[in-house]
Every structure is written in C-alpha cells, then in structure tokens.
C-alpha cells in the first residue's frame, strides 16, 4: 500500500465550481442528479465562497491523497 499526495492548482474559485457542475466526474453527476439545480447551486456558492476566502482571488490549490495498493491471491 502507498499513498500518493499532489496538489491540483485551479486558476480560480469560480473555475473549480464551475467544471465540477459540468459533470466533472460520474460520482459528482451522481451528486449533483441527487440534490438537483438549486441546491447544487447553492453548494457550489458555498464552495466558492469558502475557497475565496481562504484564497482570495487567486488561484486554488488544492491537494488531494490517494490509497494505491496491489495485492495477488
């Protein structure tokens, strides 16, 4: 088992929250379809504000972790 750490720069608050409305991955569509438009709007208002006030209004950098195992039977 290893666990691999990087960091993901996005150019801006808005950027993240808009690319992950536009079906960033199938969990997050999944997401997305469960809550529908008006609180996934909501949700991603409140990310960009959170990232906005932690960043300003720069660039985001986030970093993300990975648990990366193989295993043989």
Do not use: I, Y
């Not at 666990?3 to 801006?12: D, G």
């Not at 959170?50 to 193989?70: D, I, M, T």
């Amino acid at each position: 088992m290893e666990t691999l750490t990087r960091n993901w720069e996005v150019p801006s608050p808005e950027w993240l929250a808009e690319n992950l409305a536009a079906g960033f991955s199938p969990a997050l569509t999944f997401l997305c379809e469960g809550l529908g438009p008006e609180r996934t709007r909501r949700a991603l208002d409140a990310l960009v504000a959170q990232l906005r006030e932690e960043f300003g209004g720069k660039g985001v950098q986030l970093s993300c972790e990975a648990h990366v195992g193989l295993g043989t039977k």
